[in-house]
């Protein structure tokens, strides 16, 4: 067990209660230790504090040798002063509720009085402050100043410039947290605002986040506005479902539907943070094509039909069919949804052709690399150097991309990205390695022989791809010991098995770690369930082939469109065709769904218990949060009834006593 490192404390004052604190650390927070809050509009903690609204605005003194205390003559902004030893600090004074009530009076001097159609009305820290620290009427009768209002800054965020404070929180985060730095401010005084450089685009793949950051209506949320109000919602603890990193969010919902997602704290994750397509990208549970009733096929045509029915047309084609049925499972299916459906497929099908990857190159079963994690997401912020290899951190794993880069913000991390296209990790690398498309194992193992052997001649390696060789070096130097990063995409490149081969010994022969992470909500659940075909079993490209040829008869698809799948079209046209039976389970009416033989539907993640395995193996629960449409069912609770069917036992009426059953995930 490593050390508990001792923490270095100074003594101070607040409001007459004297308390022990980390020595540096801001009054801000200090403050809070004892139960008391300063307002705030420009602090935000996970930035570099500015001191910009001077909101936080307290009275300062110190301690002297002889007991008494003398009060500096300026009030001090919270938010950027550093406790120090014999510190007095007084929140409560006549003359810091005359600042705050100054402050809040200028900030309302040209601020719009847009509460009753603002978004953020009910939520929002400019209305909360000026009730507790404000005045109680205005002395401005002048006109205020106007702005475009309802400017579309991007598909999702709404930019209305009449609102904005000027606390560059929005900046900042740009700047300090997503690294694209795209929004910046023009003009001065009064006039300041912020905007993209050039009035582009706001195309940060983290841009959701500027919208819940923002303590007033100025950026708001494209897709949830005029939709609700704070009051009228419910808002359900979740986990989102959208990347495996499994990001604590708010599932806010009005009426059975969902109508927003927000960040919840989860320091171990995502801390607060959220990645556009998770923050957006649940649009899917209202969507008009939802399939919520069951359908089987008669005479060239799906009807509607009930689960009885077609739960014994299932059975009847799949029950002891063996070889001739596959499954085909997507990552968007429960732990508990994974086990039933392969105990179900392996027990009473008795096939092994279960799959769940489509990546290009399948890696062998037997390489268990490429299910291998060792570091967790936190952990990354303590490295001194990474090596990230083969994956678009930005797109595949977002916010394991957000804790690197603050590691290199914060700690002057030394990063070295290696990959065949632009990506975001480039911006902020120490050495960007942009080899030739298909040299991936060429370099991997010139890095790995770099390692092991000083001295190794780099310059062949280098002009096979296309590297600069200085910058080739200078990578080697520095990968020593530090975490290795890559992806299940890395699957994609040809000799993606050997480079990943190859990244686990640079792992071992340098002491540090090797992680080949899942992308898919809970494709790790799936690696850790053995959800992939044994030696005489067909993986996915060799079940669609095989139905194309007419080998495998009966197919059943789990969350899964085979269109989407980045497969040859043609070839997943003629699988559909020809197979003679086909079950898509779905929560949408996909295009796979019109070839479909029945059609079950599935209820989607919020709709039903239970629980997912994030990249760094976390089991996570999700209790539902809105009821399921229609006949929609849980996966697991599917073939609960089906295998009951075929064995009759006492049945599990609750995803928590399936999840206590699941051998793989009980050390988890």
Known sequence: MAAVTEVETVNIIVNGIELAVPKGELIVEAVKRVGFEIPIFCYHPRMKPVGMCRMCLVLTGAKQPDGTIRMFPKPQAACTMPVSEGLVVDTESDAVKKD??????????????DCPICDRGGECPLQNNTLFYGPSTSRFIEMKRHAPKAYPLSDYVTLDLERCIQCA????????????????????????????FGETKFTSKFSGNVIEICPVGALTNRKYRFRARPWDLESSEAICTQCSAGCAIWFDHRGGKMARINGRTNEAINEEWTCDKGKFGHGHYNDDKRLVNSFVRVN???IKSEWSTVSADVMKEFVGRGNEAGLILGHGVSNEGVW????????????????????????????????KVQSSIASFEGAKSVLVFGTSLADDLPMLFLRIRKAWFRNKAKVVVAFDRANEVEDFAEVALRYKSGTADTLAAALQSAVATPGFDLSKVAETCELDLSELTKAVTLISGCPVVTSSSIANEKGGASALNSLNQIASLTGGSFNCYARGANERGLQLMDAVPNASGLNTHQMIQAAANGQLKALWLIGVDLFEQGLDRNLVTQALENIEYLVVQDSSRTETFYYSSAAIPMALQAESDGSFTNMEGTIQELKAAIPAPGESKPVWRVFEELSLRVAPRRPIMMAKDLLATIPALQPA
């Open 169 to 196: 929180r929005c900046v900042r985060f740009t700047e300090e947290i997503s690294g694209d730095a795209q929004l910046g401010f023009r003009f001065r005084g009064a006039d300041m605002q912020p905007i993209t």
């Open 340 to 371: 039933n459906a392969l105990k179900f497929f392996r027990d009473q099908v008795k096939t092994d052709n279960i799959d769940h990857r489509f990546e290009t190159h399948l890696i062998a079963k037997s390489d268990d690399i490429a299910n």
């Open 300 to 302: 060239d045509e799906l």
């Open 100 to 113: 705050r009530k100054g402050v809040l009076e200028f900030l309302l001097v040209n601020h719009p009085l």
